[in-house]
């Protein structure tokens, strides 16, 4: 809350919070001290991770908060050599999704494995600025949930 209420950077159009797993304390605060139009859930194709995220959507559904979408990270890892994408953690997320607290929200992207991804966070240097390819998944994600926002722009 010290960020919304004490910040003197002027007035935000998106603050982006990323939060822990889960349904816990952090999340809880923030749905309670921030005023929040919608969150983006992010999981693995693993089943405890998909597990986590549903958590958090029932969380935030009880709380009344949008949920704008799911992003499937470590999707997929594409293979140079064979040129094919092999699913190392599993696949179908959407798939098991139904049925659940998810079922009716969309995946806005699905995130590949990248090496490269964990240098870049290493050195300090964001990914979307080396790799086009990311930037242009996390371009694709923004465009898809700005309209869910209402912005107000002058």
Request: some cysteine; overall charge negative; proline content about 7%.
């Amino acid at each position: 809350a010290v960020v919304s209420t004490q910040s003197t950077g002027g007035p935000l159009d998106v603050l982006v919070i990323d939060m822990p797993p889960g349904t816990g304390d952090t999340q809880l605060s923030v749905t309670q001290e921030v005023p929040i139009q919608g969150v983006v859930l992010v999981t693995t194709p693993q089943s405890v991770a998909l597990a986590d995220c549903i958590k958090g959507a029932e969380m935030f559904r009880k709380v009344d908060v949008p949920i704008l979408g799911v992003v499937e990270n470590m999707s997929y890892y594409h293979c140079s050599s064979c040129n094919k994408q092999h699913h190392i953690f599993g696949r179908d997320v959407g798939h098991r999704m139904k049925g659940s607290a998810l079922s009716d929200v969309p995946i806005l992207g699905k995130l590949p494995i990248k090496p490269d991804i964990s240098q870049h966070c290493d050195s300090g240097t964001p990914t979307v600025i080396l790799d086009s390819e990311i930037s242009e998944m996390f371009d694709q994600i923004a465009h898809s949930i700005i309209p869910s926002l209402n912005l107000e722009h002058d």
